[in-house]
């Protein structure tokens, strides 16, 4: 079984950044994706990265492109989210999660395991 814990959410003013950590224990090999996920209140849980666990091509919603980026770490078994040029509208709870098997990268349906999230609120 594979744990998920994030860390590195808070509160921002738009402009800035901040860095969001996935650590994974437990079964790390990782057969398919790592993503991001992202829901604010009220709206549907949006895939806005992922990275391809075995040849790390990374993948982003055109909301976050060249303002996000996705990494992973597999001798720390952590994957990153860096967050730059963050506006309000970027306000959600972060997910991690792990895809076993390949589906459709930006389908929450597609992963099999999830962190309990961490939240990050930009400001104007």
């Known amino acids: 079984r594979v744990r998920l814990v994030e860390s590195g959410g808070g509160s921002v003013q738009a402009g800035g950044s901040l860095r969001l950590s996935c650590a994974v224990s437990g079964d790390t090999y990782i057969n398919a994706y790592m993503a991001w996920f992202r829901q604010a209140p009220g709206k549907e849980r949006e895939c806005v990265a992922a990275?391809?666990?075995?040849?790390?091509?990374?993948y982003y919603a055109g909301s976050v492109k060249g303002r996000f980026s996705i990494s992973r770490d597999k001798a720390e078994n952590t994957v990153i989210l860096q967050m730059n040029s963050l506006k309000p509208e970027d306000t959600a709870t972060y997910y991690c999660?792990?895809?076993?098997?390949?589906?459709?990268?930006?389908?929450?349906?597609?992963?099999?395991?999830w962190g309990q999230g961490t939240q990050v609120t930009v400001s104007s």
């Open positions: 999660a792990a895809a076993q098997e390949w589906g459709e990268w930006d389908e929450p349906q597609t992963y099999n395991y």
């Open positions: 990275i391809h666990a075995i040849f790390g091509g990374t």
